[in-house]
């Protein structure tokens, strides 16, 4: 029988973490605020939207919450998120997706200014994470705490894409090796499996990504150390398309008609033949959340660190 690998355990700890850096910023005055952006009635979105202020409220995060008719039009949106671009008691805007059918998506994240993207979906987070520029960068390098820190300060203009982020989080707080072991991704999105395979890269793994025009899924998947599944399609994922002792990441997230949640996993038979595996829930879902918590602490203390003219002129 496989590991589990826990989200909820690791994203209490992340947001215990995140909590104890909101008191030391409200300590010196500062007040960490994130706006939630809703538009429209989606089921799911509704859903993270409500998980999203609870934890807000639990890490001491204030939540600036804009919920829109579907009937608003892109430029009243586009307006809105000038504002909160300017508004310096925010310091990060999530973007509930999907948004309705009439609103190219695109257009709203690329006019979040980097610093505030704390999902880095928009144009410039996406390009940074794609030529290591990225905050990732901190986990990747920097064998010394000062090399660390070094390097902390200039990369965090960008933030990393919150479920693929907690991917990483939830593989390495398990200790799994990712350098030289091959990752296959299903799914290449732009919010999950593009940006995954970029980190995955980033940690020197060998990654395959596929899709739906994937001619063999399975000789795919066969030969994945790691494997990870972004699809939504509920038990696409069979124990016979899974190599042995491969750690299988559930990152799909489904609703089935009784009104329960599965995976694109089939866990019961996967869970015999993977080493490690993510349960949905209770997988990477709970970390997606605590990651966007902990971005948004990160652009808080980024923007004190630079109100300091002996860290500019450092
Ligand atoms: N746990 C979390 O926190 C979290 C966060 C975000 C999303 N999710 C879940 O993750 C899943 C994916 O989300 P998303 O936003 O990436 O969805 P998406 O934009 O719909 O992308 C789905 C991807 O899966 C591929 N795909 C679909 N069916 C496939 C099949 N039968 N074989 C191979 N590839 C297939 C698609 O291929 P094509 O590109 O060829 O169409 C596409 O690249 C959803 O279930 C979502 O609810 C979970």
Not at 157 to 172: A, D, Y
Request: hydrophobic share 45%.
């Amino acid at each position: 029988m496989a590991t589990i690998l826990d989200g909820r355990k690791l994203a209490e700890e992340i947001k215990a973490d995140v909590r104890k850096e909101v008191e030391t910023l409200n300590k010196i005055g500062v007040d960490v605020g994130l706006a939630l952006l809703l538009v429209g009635e989606n089921p799911a979105s509704v859903q993270y939207f409500r998980a999203t202020l609870s934890a807000c409220k639990k890490a001491g995060v204030t939540a600036y919450e804009f919920v829109l008719p579907a009937t608003v039009t892109l430029n009243e949106i586009l307006n809105l998120v000038n504002k909160i671009n300017t508004d310096e008691r925010i310091h990060g805007l999530l973007v509930l997706m999907p948004l309705p059918r009439h609103m190219n998506p695109r257009r709203i994240t690329n006019h979040i200014v980097p610093e505030k993207d704390i999902d880095g979906l928009g144009a410039i987070s996406v390009g940074r994470l794609a030529a290591d520029e990225s905050t990732f960068q901190l986990f990747k390098k920097g064998t010394t705490d000062s090399d660390q820190q070094s390097r902390f300060i200039p990369s965090i203009w960008s933030f990393l894409p919150c479920t693929p982020f907690g991917v990483i989080r939830l593989l390495e707080h398990h200790k799994v090796q990712i350098r030289g072991r091959h990752a296959v991704i299903i799914g290449k999105s732009l919010a999950v499996g593009k940006p995954l395979s970029s980190m995955f890269l980033a940690k020197e793994a060998t990654v395959t990504v596929c899709h739906r025009e994937t001619a063999n899924l399975t000789a795919m998947t066969k030969q994945a150390d790691i494997l990870c599944s972004a699809t939504g399609r509920a038990g696409l994922i069979k124990a016979g398309m899974v190599k042995k002792g491969a750690v299988v990441v559930d990152i799909g997230i489904n609703v089935l008609k009784n009104g329960s949640i599965t995976g694109d996993v089939d866990f019961k038979s996967v869970s015999k033949k993977a080493s490690m595996i993510t349960p949905v829930p209770g997988g990477v879902g709970p970390v997606t959340i605590a990651m966007l918590l902990e971005n948004t602490v990160r652009s808080a203390q980024r923007d004190e660190l630079f109100k300091s003219p002996l860290i500019l002129m450092g």
